[in-house]
């Protein structure tokens, strides 16, 4: 197997983290995988925020429903694209996972966060000032694992067809 492939397959989600910070490089690597993803006509009708203040990261699990470990976090990233962009959901999903990876690649965990149609991503884009045209569509909250549960994944006979779904022909 190689590398890229090991990358992907042993990425988890990951909640808790372990204090010590994220170092700039490697945010600047997990960006950069980001800036790198497909976009529909190389739109790149995105911003990529990275929040790494104590009071603003708990601020932002306090509007969340689900990201309340986001306080806890070393850092946090958040995707935003160009809500007139017919395609700023699937640009910016792509940079997420892109970005995760990227961070993984260093050992360091995260937990997509969703943002799009949730009812706090207009205060969270209030809070970091991200113009009004941008929509919320992920929270990465990052840092090194404390501790990662390892989940079973269904097995791929179980999840994949071939030419068209239905009953398996014999």
Not at 10 to 19: K, L, M
Request: proline share 6%.
């Amino acid at each position: 197997m190689n590398i890229g492939i090991t990358i992907i397959k042993s990425r988890r989600s990951v909640r808790q983290y372990r204090p010590a910070p994220v170092p700039a490089d490697v945010i600047n690597d997990a960006l950069e995988c980001a800036r790198h993803a497909p976009t529909a006509n190389n739109g790149q009708k995105w911003l990529f925020g990275v929040i790494t203040e104590k009071d603003l990261l708990a601020s932002i699990a306090d509007l969340t429903d689900h990201g309340t470990f986001i306080a806890d976090a070393p850092v946090c990233f958040a995707v935003f694209g160009e809500r007139d962009w017919k395609y700023y959901l699937e640009d910016c999903c792509a940079a997420t996972e892109q970005l995760m990876l990227g961070l993984w690649a260093h050992g360091v965990g995260s937990c997509w966060v969703a943002g799009d149609k949730k009812d706090y991503a207009v205060e969270v884009g209030k809070l970091l000032q991200v113009p009004a045209e941008y929509t919320l569509v992920s929270l990465i909250p990052a840092g090194y694992p404390e501790d990662m549960t390892l989940v079973p994944k269904k097995p791929l006979e179980d999840i994949t067809f071939s030419n068209s779904w239905g009953p398996k022909r014999t």
